[in-house]
């Protein structure tokens, strides 16, 4: 192990070469709210739900390089209340209703608004038009509740060699696509068996007739807030629903 450490809120966390302060939280327990960060995908800081301060500046977690002698604050009442900002904000630019959600009780959003104790959406809701697709025998594209996090982009591209998807448009406008000529995942060579089916920190891509197949006080989330399932958060796998 590395000799040189930082400190997260007062604590001394080691680290090695080459890792962020994400990677150093994580190996060490320790619990940054966080939705684009996946530990088998290079970092792009895209949610900006991990911003901590950084001796004194703000920086994304999962793309700042650890450093000897960092002074890192996360936990702290100003930063939970822009993440619950964060939060709101994503939970009004789609269309979230977790009781009839699938994800429910595995979501990350969901599971990050309860730790963070988000109460209610405050901004008004926009109820975008995002139409699903379910045409693909084994799998159902829930567009609404996509939160541009890119890491079916990402798994796509860069484990299954296939580039399903793709994001499009800019600003308010910017949406999840299908990189197929009709637009429909029917008309891809989309697997579920493929990285990209099961990276999804939220309810986009669902397997079809496994639906509320785990019982509400089985699921991932209603044991264990996400604070206390770091170790997850940190290995996180293309098998990691056989856990439910």
Request: some cysteine.
């Amino acid at each position: 192990m590395d000799a040189r450490s930082l400190s997260i809120d007062g604590l001394p966390v080691p680290f090695d070469d080459g890792q962020t302060i994400m990677d150093a939280s994580l190996a060490a327990g320790i619990f940054i709210p966080h939705l684009c960060h996946h530990p088998q995908f290079t970092p792009q800081g895209s949610c900006k739900l991990c911003t901590v301060r950084a001796n004194g500046r703000y920086v994304s977690a999962c793309t700042m390089p650890a450093s000897e002698g960092m002074e890192v604050e996360s936990n702290t009442p100003e930063l939970n209340d822009k993440r619950r900002t964060m939060l709101q904000m994503l939970f009004v630019e789609g269309n979230h209703f977790c009781p009839s959600c699938e994800k429910s009780g595995d979501c990350l959003l969901q599971a990050l608004a309860y730790e963070l104790e988000m109460l209610g959406p405050h901004f008004p809701q926009f109820y975008p038009d995002r139409p699903v697709d379910a045409s693909h025998p084994d799998v159902l594209l829930d567009f609404n509740r996509c939160i541009l996090c890119e890491l079916c982009v990402r798994a796509s591209r860069d484990v299954d060699g296939k580039s399903v998807f793709a994001l499009s448009g800019r600003g308010i406008g910017k949406h999840l696509i299908v990189n197929a000529e009709s637009g429909r995942l029917a008309d891809t060579d989309f697997s579920l068996a493929d990285k990209a089916a099961h990276v999804c920190p939220v309810g986009v891509i669902i397997a079809k007739r496994r639906g509320f197949a785990v019982p509400i006080g089985q699921r991932r989330f209603d044991g264990e807030p996400i604070s206390r399932r770091v170790d997850w958060l940190a290995r996180r796998r293309a098998d990691d629903e056989e856990e439910q």
